[in-house]
């Protein structure tokens, strides 16, 4: 996918340098949001999104972690395992993921844009190339700062959220949360041992 997605950025660029007298930036900047959208569309089929236990195959998320993405939504589920959970987010200007409490572990991976951190109440200045580790049971909030959105991947463990989930406002997600919707499946709060025993994870590695 980024490799079609950098063949069109350079054909773009290539095709309106020789024929259009319009700025290329103001040109530019109308067909990125749609080259973002297919690239966050091919994202969505990458991963397990279904509501049941994924296959035990390679789930290969090409380009995820670029330094720019635009996805537009404020969550978007894209895989979801046995025992942790995949989540993209963009956290608009002016915007906050908002302040919590999980109890499963969450991991943040920053990839984009500015914000501040605050972990049981201790502030920290976040920006792309930071993780954050935030344990189970422990209050969180992060904001947006700059004139940028805060991108980032989050991975909970176990799974926090519905594996189909896609909200495209915090109000949105906040909603769906309150009415029960938005909840990881049953299937992914499982312990090790029960998986174990219905052979869903097995050491040989052989189904």
Do not use: C
């Amino acid at each position: 996918m980024l490799n079609t997605t950098s063949r069109l950025l350079r054909l773009s660029t290539s095709t309106l340098t020789k024929r259009s007298p319009v700025p290329i930036t103001k040109t530019f900047s109308t067909a990125t949001p749609r080259l973002y959208a297919a690239k966050m569309d091919a994202l969505k089929k990458v991963g397990n999104r279904e509501n049941a236990p994924p296959k035990h195959e390679m789930v290969h998320f090409p380009g995820l972690m670029s330094e720019k993405r635009s996805f537009g939504d404020f969550r978007t589920v894209l895989h979801t395992g046995l025992y942790s959970q995949i989540v993209a987010m963009e956290v608009p200007v002016n915007g906050e993921i908002g302040d919590e409490v999980h109890t499963v572990d969450q991991i943040l991976l920053f990839t984009s844009g500015k914000g501040l951190a605050t972990v049981n109440g201790k502030d920290q200045e976040v920006k792309a190339g930071d993780v954050v580790v935030v344990p189970a049971g422990t209050q969180h909030q992060f904001v947006t700062k700059g004139d940028q959105p805060l991108e980032l991947i989050t991975v909970y463990a176990p799974a926090e959220h519905l594996p189909s989930s896609v909200h495209k406002t915090k109000e949105e997600g906040d909603k769906a949360e309150e009415d029960e919707i938005d909840e990881a499946p049953e299937w992914a709060l499982k312990p090790k041992a029960e998986n174990e025993k219905n052979g869903l994870v097995k050491e040989s590695g052989k189904y």
